[in-house]
Nanobody, 123 residues
Framework: QVQLVESGGGLVQPGGSLRLSCAASGFTWNYYAIGWFRQAPGKEREGVAYITTSDGRVVYADSVKGRFTISRDNAKKTVYLQMNSLKPEDTAVYYC????????????????WGQGTQVTVSS
């Protein structure tokens, strides 16, 4: 079956770091874009970053540039989101998603989604 499985969320203090993982199975992986999105209570889901499986092209939302790094391990079919210098406003449920071809930070462009993992930044 086709699925994305997320892990790595948790509670961290402001200024701290977390690394999220998104492990894929059930599809060929070769020509996909894998995106990270987040949604806080009362807010719209927003794109955070994406990476292409084929050539590793990366795009970040302005809100996380310089703090977050997306990467991939094609052999493991896993995408990571390294989050540094975390702020309380980064608190959200973080989702990974997959689409064929070109990457996007728009939620409706993606059909396959993970279950989400909670990230809480608080002292």
């Amino acid at each position: 079956q086709v699925q994305l499985v997320e892990s790595g969320g948790g509670l961290v203090q402001p200024g701290g770091s977390l690394r999220l993982s998104c492990a894929a199975s059930g599809f060929t992986w070769n020509y996909y874009a894998i995106g990270w999105f987040r949604q806080a209570p009362g807010k719209e889901r927003e794109g955070v970053a994406y990476i292409t499986t084929s050539d590793g092209r990366v795009v970040y939302a302005d809100s996380v540039k310089g703090r977050f790094t997306i990467s991939r391990d094609n052999a493991k079919k896993t995408v990571y989101l390294q989050m540094n210098s975390l702020k309380p406003e980064d608190t959200a449920v973080y989702y990974c998603a997959a689409r064929i071809g070109r990457g996007s930070l728009t939620t409706v462009d993606y059909r396959l989604w993970g279950q989400g993992t909670q990230v809480t930044v608080s002292s």
